[in-house]
């Protein structure tokens, strides 16, 4: 999914652990590594060899928490803080409500380093064709699981319609938000773009 996840906790939930934060550490790493070479000479002109090389871990370490070079620019630690965010939130809540709530929040706590990181997240996403085919993969991982954390407080399940259409609305209205800050250059405006869209949602649609 589209990242507003912190790099160094998550940040509705407690302080990782060590080897966790280690292993969050290497992520950034490479992220870092890979996004300055592709800024100098090109996403598609980037082996991952090259990637290890600046992040100075080797390529089986590249792999082995990014199984492809997509997954460098398209995986994040966003969905497990969301999840229990949500799970943490009151069960009497209408579930569109806690999502604002939690998104708007995780958005809020967003440094500017990561606002920055995910500005060149969003430019290779709009502009590598082999990123754009991937995202699907990776918006059906987050809504499975938003599903599932959905039919846990209600008593359904994943697989009931209701449950699958409100995933699919909130999704999209999320990513909108996202790429309407992205395509009008004002990614600093993340939680007020998150805010109206799931706020819409809430309402309905004034059309």
């Known amino acids: 999914m589209i990242d507003m996840a912190s790099a160094h906790t998550t940040p509705t939930g407690p302080r990782p652990g060590l080897r966790e934060r280690k292993k969050i550490q290497t992520r950034q790493a490479i992220r870092r590594a890979a996004y ?4 100098e000479q090109g ?25 492809t070079k ?6 994040d630690e966003y969905d497990a803080a969301m999840a229990a965010a949500v799970r943490d939130r009151p069960l009497d809540e209408p579930p569109v409500s806690s999502l604002r709530r939690v998104l708007i929040d995780m958005a809020r706590q967003l440094t500017d380093d990561e606002r920055e990181e995910m500005l060149t997240r969003l430019t290779l996403m709009r502009q590598v ?4 085919a991937r995202m699907g993969a990776g918006m059906t991982k987050t ?7 959905l039919a846990e407080r209600s008593g359904r399940s994943p697989e009931d319609f209701e449950v699958r259409v409100l995933v699919g609305a909130v999704l999209g209205a999320l990513q909108e938000a ?6 009008h250059h004002r990614v600093e405006a993340m939680e007020d773009s998150v ?8 309402r309905g649609l004034p059309l």
Do not use: W
């Open 36 to 39: 300055r070479l592709f800024a």
């Open 43 to 67: 996403y598609d002109a980037t082996p991952v060899d090259r990637i290890a090389e600046a992040a100075d871990v080797s390529p089986s370490t590249v792999f082995r928490y990014f199984p």
């Open 70 to 75: 997509e997954d460098i620019v398209l995986t």
């Open 129 to 132: 064709p082999a990123l754009r």
């Open 143 to 149: 809504g499975i699981l938003l599903g599932e954390v």
């Open 178 to 183: 996202v790429y309407h800050c992205f395509d």
């Open 195 to 202: 805010d109206r869209a799931l706020g819409m949602l809430a």
